[in-house]
């Protein structure tokens, strides 16, 4: 399976981008939006469970953070308002198949090529 990112972009605080990810075969795939910011770790953002469980969001960015998919669940966007500095990384859409955690990084074995979000102050 491929991914495709598109929609990074540079913001200034307070502004709004809309990360798209486009999936190559719609299959029963737990999506996640994964960021690594310069010198740091990568780190989750938020998940679209296939099983039709709640998205789920890290602290950080839960009230100006939004994921969702479409029904044919082969594209899954991450809608970023309230942009802060702090949300500046490079951000990857992640899948898996399989019933191994969520939480583990190390679980996502297809990952797109990662697009670049620049939150100016």
């Known amino acids: 399976v491929q991914l495709v990112e598109s929609g990074g972009g540079s913001v200034q605080t307070g502004g709004s981008l809309r990360l798209s990810c486009a999936v190559s075969?719609?299959?029963?795939?737990?999506m996640v939006w994964i960021r690594q910011a310069p010198g740091k770790e990568r780190e989750f953002v938020a998940g679209?469970?296939?099983?039709?469980?709640?998205?789920w969001y890290r602290a950080s960015v839960k009230g100006r953070f939004t994921v969702s998919r479409n029904d044919a669940k082969d594209t899954v966007w991450l809608q970023m308002n309230s942009l802060k500095p702090e949300d500046t990384a490079v951000y990857y859409c992640?899948?898996?198949?399989?019933?191994?955690?969520?939480?583990?990084?190390?679980?996502?074995?297809?990952w797109g090529q990662g697009t670049e979000v620049t939150v100016s102050s």
């Open positions: 992640a899948a898996k198949t399989d019933s191994s955690p969520l939480d583990r990084i190390s679980n996502y074995h297809n």
């Open positions: 075969t719609a299959s029963a795939y737990d």
């Open positions: 679209m469970p296939w099983r039709g469980d709640r998205p």
